[in-house]
């Protein structure tokens, strides 16, 4: 395991369970003791947690789905799944973006790219926010709704009233977790009706997530593999290769 997906997947345990020893850390990611303590500083450095006698504990800001927290981790994947996405969109497109770091991150792309004319729709605050207040001329819907704590995603009836008003080209969409067995995964229950109302005013439809994202299967169940065109991500192993060849429906790795 690398050890950039080895802090995430720390990370992540120590944010369902509050706190966690070094040895309850060892055992459960099958790594040194020393391994883990520089793990644990590294999360200790970027504030992410704090060291405790016997283990460490989740900073108190940076709950689960917190926008900040997750930015920072797999920053430089999410900016080459953003470059790859770039190809995808055309001058005069309609796009939709999903909330989330890795959407925030093709946003800032899409303000510095030389694309023109994209109609862009998204439930993200923080996404508007940065599309507006740049020099580009994109037109910006943005979906309205009730902003959730953490990560700014605009959720509720009021949402989904407005989504249902446009018919869009390509939705991308970051996810919580991508699995075979599983689908298309999301953590939050409402931010998953979200995307699946999306996708489904949607004419293409494209996971963006990092490699770590793979094998995960979080609690709401949104969209099955076969419902999307094509997953953005930074790497791409043989095995996930050869194992989206054998689906029924071709889904482009990018």
Same mark, same amino acid.
């Given at each position: ?109 899409? &303000?510095?790219? /030389?694309? $023109?004319? @994209?109609? =862009? ?5 923080? +996404?508007?926010?940065? !599309?507006? *207040? ?81 094998? &995960?299967?979080? /609690?709401? $169940?949104? @969209?099955? =593999? ?5 997953? +953005?991500?930074?790497? !791409?192993? *043989? ?16």
């Amino acid at each position: 395991m690398l050890s950039e997906e080895r802090r995430m997947k720390i990370f992540e345990y120590l944010k369902s369970k509050t706190s966690a020893t070094t040895d309850e850390l060892i055992e459960k990611f099958n790594a040194s003791g020393s391994t883990i303590r520089r793990d644990l500083e590294y999360l200790a450095n970027k504030q992410f947690i704090r060291r405790t006698h016997s283990g460490a504990i989740v900073n108190t800001p940076y709950t689960e789905g917190s926008f900040i927290v997750n930015y920072n981790f797999m920053k430089e994947e999410k900016q080459i799944i953003a470059r790859k996405t770039l190809k995808l969109i055309e001058d005069n497109d309609f796009i939709a973006l999903s909330g989330g770091t890795t959407s925030y991150m093709l946003a800032y792309e899409l &303000i510095n790219s /030389s694309l $023109r004319d @994209l109609t =862009i729709l998204t439930n993200s605050v923080n +996404i508007s926010t940065l !599309i507006i *207040e740049s020099t580009k001329n994109f037109r910006l819907i943005l979906t309205g709704g009730m902003p959730r704590k953490g990560t700014y995603e605009c959720i509720g009836e009021i949402a989904l009233r407005t989504i249902r008003n446009f018919n869009i080209d390509k939705f991308f969409v970051g996810v919580n977790g991508i699995s075979i067995k599983g689908g298309i995964t999301f953590s939050n229950m409402e931010e998953a009706e979200i995307a699946k109302e999306v996708h489904s005013h949607s004419r293409k439809t494209y996971v963006i997530a990092d490699h770590t994202k793979f094998g &995960i299967i979080k /609690s709401a $169940r949104t @969209l099955e =593999i076969n419902e999307i065109d094509g997953i +953005i991500t930074d790497f !791409i192993s *043989e095995n996930l290769d050869k194992t989206f060849k054998g689906l029924n429906k071709k889904i482009e790795l990018i």
